[in-house]
């Protein structure tokens, strides 16, 4: 019996110390000091909108907006604001999976073919042992495989039907690139497993559930919507609103749209081990806990530049999330990037903390600035919170110098005073490969335009040789070069763009 009092009363002096634990890290988080030091770093780092949000022990602690939805006009940002979370949607998927692997309709380890028996990838042995694992860690052998997709009017379906003809960067399981087309093929797992559509499975399973009423699985479901964030780039001076550019094409590696406060819910739920704060549960711990383990370890230098200044000493990925250590704590993490648009999300789940931000500004890195100014502010060993912003901001600015100037190395090695072998004539016509799709050189007076899908087209500007350069239309996407070759008889027989060849299918 006295055992009995004495253990009761041990739980009664554990529970009431970690309530006075919780209270006090609650007092001691300054949230007018850090809604300061984000008004502060938004401004420094150029951002027209961002919101962020801190979770901690099942309740939001801090959610704002700051700065408008698009410049030039007066709306402001709030908690409420959506904006693309890009591949931070690739947990969602990953967690879409663990619910059929809770439900024992699949395994994480079963072969993808056993469930879509038509998946073809370019290695017979790799479409063979292809696991559902192998999907969610970008060790398939898959390299980068973009061109798939990006501002080209290809279905999904088409994109998984020529994913067999990608020759592999590496043999399976023996390397990581990160890239995008597994993840649209565990969408597809998610429909043939479920017969739900992804993001119709999305919705009812998670979002929901979840109360995330804010969020949209698709960027076509924003149309007409209200207090969504509009895309911005800087180029060269000036910074300026883009369009958005689609990702439903690969939907289950980056489509949704969502807020903070929605996103807040999401976090809550996964710090919880799958239980939402009303007490659903939408998966099982031992699934969650999958999810965040690591199975693929990573060297420090494939993360992000940020490892230069937070120096962890190891770096894997789980089911969606990268992972490392800081201050002797294990960080879960992952980034979401689309044209004009950024979000990180990050979690130390041994102390119930996660941090979650959305921007409309392409790569502004503040969002990692903030994310480790949160986990310092609730370290009780640091002594002073890091000023992320001014050293993040720096080595950026850094890396962007250096970025110019390799462009510009790249452009100093134009040869001067050539002509093409053709007239302009000669080179207009389509071009196509079975994997990459068409090309279409068209005269307009003595100019050649350049059209690659409907995101890819500009003028082409003579640049030696028989090398043109595309300076495409949407300025944010950069430029590209294109060489036109000949066959054994002098006459122009296809392009290459930037290694990539095209056949010339039509004069």
């Known amino acids: 019996m006295k055992r009995r009092m004495f253990a009761a009363l041990a739980l009664m002096l554990a529970c009431g110390a970690g ?19 984000v008004a502060r770093a938004v401004e420094d780092w150029g951002a027209p909108g961002l919101a962020v949000a801190v979770v901690k022990d099942g309740d939001v602690w801090f959610a704002r907006g700051y700065g408008v939805l698009e410049l030039g006009k007066p709306d402001r940002v709030d908690e409420h604001t959506r904006f693309a979370i890009g591949s931070t949607t690739k947990a969602m998927t990953a967690a879409a999976i663990g619910m059929l692997v809770d439900e024992g309709l699949l395994n994480w380890d079963d072969r993808v073919i056993d469930h879509m028996p038509n998946f073809r990838l370019y290695d017979p042995f790799v479409t063979r042992e292809l696991t559902v694992r192998d999907l969610l860690t970008h060790r398939a052998g898959l390299g980068n495989a973009d061109f798939l997709w990006y501002e080209q009017d290809t279905t999904s379906e088409e994109i998984l039907d020529k994913v067999r003809l990608v020759e592999p ?22 429909e043939a497993v479920s017969g739900t559509p992804w993001d119709e499975f999305v919705q009812r399973r998670i979002l929901e559930p979840l109360g995330m009423n804010e969020t949209i699985p698709l960027l076509a479901g924003t149309m007409g919507q209200e207090n969504v964030a509009s895309p911005h780039f800087r180029v060269g001076d000036e910074l300026m609103v883009i369009e958005n550019a689609t990702v439903d094409p690969v939907a289950p590696a980056g489509s949704v749209w969502s807020s903070v406060h929605d996103m807040s819910k999401w976090l809550i739920m996964l710090l919880g081990d799958g239980a939402a704060p009303d007490g659903t ?11 965040f383990t690591q199975h693929v370890a ?53 102390e119930g903390l996660g941090v979650y931000v959305l921007s409309n500004r392409d790569h502004v ?49 134009r040869e001067a005073n050539t002509s093409a072998t053709h007239a302009a004539t000669d080179f207009a016509g389509s071009y196509t490969d079975p994997l990459y799709g068409e090309i279409k050189i068209t005269q307009e007076g003595d100019a050649l335009w350049f059209e690659y899908g409907p995101g890819l087209s500009g003028p082409l500007e003579h640049w030696h040789h028989n090398t043109y350069l595309v300076r495409y239309d949407a300025k944010w996407r950069g430029e590209s070069f294109v060489t036109f070759e000949l066959d054994s008889t002098g006459t122009v027989a296809s392009l290459d763009l930037n290694g990539s060849g095209f056949a010339r299918s039509t004069p």
Do not use: C
């Open 298 to 350: 990573l060297r420090p230098a494939e993360l992000y530049p940020t490892t230069a200044l937070t120096k962890p000493s190891w770096a894997g990925y789980g089911l969606a999330w990268f992972q490392h250590d800081y201050r002797g704590k294990k960080v879960d993490f992952h980034t979401g990037s689309i044209d004009g648009m950024v979000a990180i999300a990050g979690m130390i789940r041994d």
């Open 19 to 37: 309530a006075v634990q919780a209270q006090s890290a609650r007092d001691a988080f300054d949230a007018e000091a850090f809604d300061a030091y």
């Open 169 to 190: 960067a590496y043999s399976l399981r023996s390397g990581f690139i990160y890239q995008n087309i597994m993840y649209l093929a565990a969408g597809a797992l998610v």
């Open 365 to 413: 890195e503040v969002r990692h600035a903030l994310m480790y100014r949160v986990f310092d502010l609730f370290d009780p060993h640091a002594r002073e919170p890091r000023d992320w912003s001014t050293d993040l901001r720096q080595l950026y600015d850094d890396l962007a110098a250096r970025g110019v100037a390799a462009r510009e190395a790249r452009l100093s090695r």
């Open 281 to 291: 549960r939408l998966l099982e711990p031992a699934t969650v806990r999958e999810m």
